[in-house]
Nanobody, 126 residues
Framework: QVTLVESGGGSVQAGGSLTLSCEASEFSVGDYCMGWFRQIPGSEREGIASSDRDGRTNYADDVKGRFSISKDNAKNTLYLQMSILKPNDTAVYYC????????????????????WGQGTQVTVSS
């Protein structure tokens, strides 16, 4: 059974940094498509970054240049390094995965992914 467990969320002031982790079980993070999403109450879950089997990455415009997605195959963990955080980055952040090599053009769509973590809260204060 595939499980994804996020950690690293918390509260930070605007301009600060956080790194989220997503540890996978029964799933090889280095072999498949993985992504990070976020959701605020009353809104749809939005894709913010993805990473393919070959390390190719995609980012939403709003986080490009501030967030970085990476994988540590030895630890079987996906990361999201977030910097220059803004109050509107406040959300629950989710890790997602799918047993496809490439995330493709729909990398930002929730329907692209088969497996989800439970989410971790990130709160950015001004």
């Amino acid at each position: 059974q595939v499980t994804l467990v996020e950690s690293g969320g918390g509260s930070v002031q605007a301009g600060g940094s956080l790194t989220l982790s997503c540890e996978a079980s029964e799933f090889s993070v280095g072999d498949y498509c993985m992504g990070w999403f976020r959701q605020i109450p009353g809104s749809e879950r939005e894709g913010i970054a993805s990473s393919d089997r070959d390390g190719r990455t995609n980012y939403a415009d709003d986080v490009k240049g501030r967030f970085s997605i990476s994988k540590d195959n030895a630890k079987n963990t996906l990361y999201l390094q977030m910097s220059i955080l803004k109050p509107n980055d406040t959300a629950v952040y989710y890790c997602a995965a799918d047993k496809a090599y490439w995330c493709g053009g729909g990398w930002y769509s929730t329907g692209r992914y088969s497996y989800w973590g439970q989410g971790t809260q990130v709160t950015v204060s001004s």
